[in-house]
């Protein structure tokens, strides 16, 4: 049975981890909302870009480019973004679930000579796809990081897509969580390269083009369109970079949460546990005290 003194000091160790765990808890939420606003300034390039798009589609001409080629698949490469820090609960596990669940299905679908090149993306991810490197899954590694700037971000979907067009890769996609709310993240899985016509369409709006505002392309729509696409992965690229930063942060913070709400269960009975033994102790010292008198009368 345990003394006061060993319950007063496990009653001190989980308040101070309650505190540090609602300071943790603080801090993630902070992050999570700075990359929420990176997603809202993010939003007016992302229109702005989409709405030339659905203005070029909406011509009667016909638009070319390497970035759409669409060939037969033999080597994919797949990004996977994970995290750089612990203590984000189950998310990297899921992430990483989500690639194992990938892998064979792009086996069962482009046949199992398929060559997968899987660029993992934050310290944690790096380290559980390393148990891929015997299964006949290729490992690359890169210098982005969760916490990479816009800068480095362009130059790594820059690689990307001269890898593409070099037909190094026939189909690039890119494995990331994607942020719903503080409570609701999906692992979701996005093709980047080649681009998908149907996709800018659905993005663009074009289907739906107002006819009363015809549109004059200088010099003409299909320079225009060779020089807007790669903004378009560009900016695809950023926002899922950022929404994956947001759901790691929420998912942090959901885990501080649960671990705050476990410490303070787990203070309330170490505090009645520690009520009782001490009133226990205060009865038998009583009960000392009353016996010695009624000794001496």
Do not use: W
Not at 194 to 203: E, F, G, I, K, R
């Amino acid at each position: 049975m345990a003394t006061l003194r060993e319950l007063k000091g496990r009653i001190g160790s989980v308040g101070s981890s309650e505190k540090i765990t609602g300071a943790m808890k603080m801090i993630s939420s902070a992050k999570m909302h700075k990359a929420e606003g990176a997603l809202g300034r993010l939003l007016p390039y992302r229109n702005q870009i989409q709405t030339v798009i659905g203005h070029l589609l909406s011509a009667d001409a016909q638009f070319t480019s390497p970035l759409l080629e669409a060939r037969e698949v033999k080597r994919v490469a797949l990004v996977v973004l994970g995290s750089d820090d612990g203590l984000c609960g189950a998310f990297n596990m899921q992430v990483f679930k989500r690639l194992l669940e990938y892998i064979r299905v792009a086996k069962e679908k482009y046949g199992t000579s398929l060559e997968i090149t899987v660029i993992p993306i934050g310290k944690k991810m790096v380290k559980a796809v390393a148990k891929l490197a015997d299964s006949g899954i290729s490992l690359e590694q890169c210098n982005l990081n969760t916490r990479s700037s816009s800068v480095e971000v362009r130059d790594f979907t820059d690689d990307l897509k001269g890898r593409f067009v070099n037909k190094e890769f026939d189909r690039v996609d890119i494995l990331y969580t994607h942020f719903c709310s503080v409570s609701r993240q999906t692992v979701e899985v996005n093709s980047l390269l080649p681009v998908s016509m149907d996709n800018l369409l659905a993005h663009s709006g074009a289907s739906k083009p107002d006819a009363n505002k015809p549109c004059l392309f200088e010099p003409d729509a299909q320079s225009i369109f060779r020089s807007v696409l790669p903004l378009f992965i560009l900016s695809v690229m950023q926002e899922i970079v950022t929404e994956n930063v947001a759901s790691e942060q929420a998912a942090r913070v959901m885990a501080m949460q649960s671990a705050n709400d476990n410490a303070k269960t787990l203070l309330e009975e170490l505090q009645l546990e520690y009520n009782k033994l001490r009133q226990q102790s205060i009865t038998t010292e009583l009960l000392d005290i009353i016996g010695g008198q009624s000794n001496k009368d």
